[in-house]
């Protein structure tokens, strides 16, 4: 029984260890804008998670990445249809990917989290994927460390 809420605290417990990752706030102004005829997915999870799990991110069929507690990513996809799937990676226990199926219209940002849910049991979890109002996802993606594509470098003149 020990055992079992040790595992428990790691799982839902997080951790406080520094990143080695950037903040989002820190590369923010080097994300070039979308472009003609694409729109733009980023992908986060706003809570903390043990680092031993990390939800693995796709989008039809293709792996984006993988983000941990705090993280963030993003995708420019063509407008139209797209189906996000995440899964979990690392220690946690088996259960099924969750789908979400978007229509992206040219030019606008969609903000997805992902983040257990709070009301499945610790012992059969399920994941979420949220569609967030452009504000409040701000808010949370500035809390966030950025682990998406390399961005270039601007350098101050």
Partial sequence: MVG?????AGVFGGCATPSKYPTYVSVSER???????YAR????TATPLSQDIFFKFSCDGER???ARGFQAMFID???GSIKVTVN???VWPAFTPKDLLLNLVAGETRYIQAEVDPNSSPFSPHLRLIIKDPDQAMQELNNCFYVGP???VIRKE
Avoid: D, N, R, T
Avoid at 31 to 37: A, L, M, Y
Avoid at 41 to 44: A, C, D, G, H, I
């Fill in 77 to 79: 996809h063509h407008a």
């Fill in 41 to 44: 997915v980023f992908f986060y």
């Fill in 4 to 8: 079992l809420l040790c595992f428990l």
């Fill in 150 to 152: 390399s961005l270039p």
């Fill in 88 to 90: 979990s990676g690392g």
């Fill in 64 to 66: 984006i990445g993988e």
């Fill in 31 to 37: 994300i070039q804008p979308v472009q003609e005829g």
